[in-house]
């Protein structure tokens, strides 16, 4: 597939930034995600809420979701922070997510307004077999620089990233909170357990996270350039039972595990519980999120998206 190039409308000048001086790292945002749960442990311990030149918060996101090993209480929390929702007059029989999701962005935002965390990053694990990736919303320079800073570094194992092409009132998710930031997303892993490749492997990209912002904050010039991203498009649900709504295949053996593949028509993609092979007809696009658990209940068997390039100015601080 070829790759789109999304430029900057100017000419790819130096852009200066504020320091990040705030940093907030969030795990628990799905409570039986468990990568991040331990990571805000460890953080707590080592820290003392200090990462170098940024004061750095760690929040739990999801208490009581946590408590009981489970996604979410009510609803999903990672869906409750669109502007709209944010402004939404709570009632006492809101549900717990949705009354969180005001207490969060009270404490790390306002979202959109001067007083909201200089940088938010939010830990989550997936079933599907993705490694790490970076999702971010927009064309975040800070967001993207990070990324660019990390696939330069890391050797241990591919740094994808997942573009969401939302404008910021929309993006849904509690990164969106901050000025800048972004969801380390790894896996594989199963819901209620946690593995040391993909803790590692989180840990490995927090950790040159922290390395980006010091030396950012420092006065380091990073160089434009690009990277690679896939723009996500729509998802794609079972085939189902008109009458039940149930479903009635699985993720097709050849697709499984396979994300990040290449669809092209005629792939298989699913296999019906009654024998047949059900083949993909859609344009060649990229596959991820392929069979994850928590999608479902929202009726996704793996979404679908575009590679493209994403050209990124120089950035350094403004310390003025």
Not at 26 to 38: K, P
Not at 189 to 214: C, H, S, W
Not at 245 to 268: N, W, Y
Request: hydrophobic share 35%.
């Amino acid at each position: 597939a070829d790759l789109n190039v999304f430029s900057p409308p100017q000419q790819m000048e130096r852009v200066l930034f504020p320091p990040l001086s705030r940093v907030a790292v969030c795990g628990g945002t799905h409570g039986n995600e468990m990568s991040g749960v331990y990571m805000l442990r460890e953080l707590k311990k080592q820290s003392a809420g200090q990462a170098g030149s940024a004061s750095l918060m760690t929040v739990l996101s999801n208490p009581r979701a946590v408590e009981s090993c489970r996604r979410y209480v009510d609803k999903d929390l990672n869906r409750c922070f669109t502007s709209h929702l944010l402004r939404a007059p709570l009632t006492d029989d809101a549900p717990y997510e949705q009354k969180r999701a005001h207490e969060l962005n009270a404490h790390l935002g306002p979202k959109g307004s001067d007083e909201a965390v200089d940088l938010l990053i939010d830990l989550h694990n997936t079933t599907s077999n993705m490694g790490l990736c970076l999702i971010f919303y927009s064309s975040d320079w800070i967001a993207l620089h990070i990324l660019k800073y990390i696939q330069s570094k890391m050797t241990s194992a591919p740094v994808r990233a997942i573009f969401v092409d939302l404008p910021a009132s929309e993006a849904y998710s509690l990164e969106s909170v901050g000025k800048h930031g972004f969801a380390i997303e790894v896996g594989p892993q199963p819901n209620g357990v946690l593995r040391a490749d993909i803790y590692n492997l989180m840990k490995e990209a927090l950790d040159l996270t922290f390395e980006f912002v010091q030396e950012f904050n420092a006065g380091h010039t990073f160089e434009g350039g690009q990277v690679e991203a896939y723009m996500m498009e729509d998802p794609v649900d079972y085939p189902r039972d008109p009458t039940t709504g149930e479903i009635t295949a699985s993720v097709h053996s050849q697709l499984q595990d396979k994300d990040f593949k290449l669809l092209k028509p005629g792939d298989p993609i699913f296999k019906k519980f009654s024998g047949e092979t059900v083949t993909y007809e859609g344009e060649e696009l990229y596959s991820f999120f392929i069979n994850e658990c928590a999608y479902y209940e929202k009726k996704i068997a793996f979404l679908l998206g575009e590679k493209v390039r994403l050209d990124l100015p120089p950035i350094s601080v403004n310390n003025d």
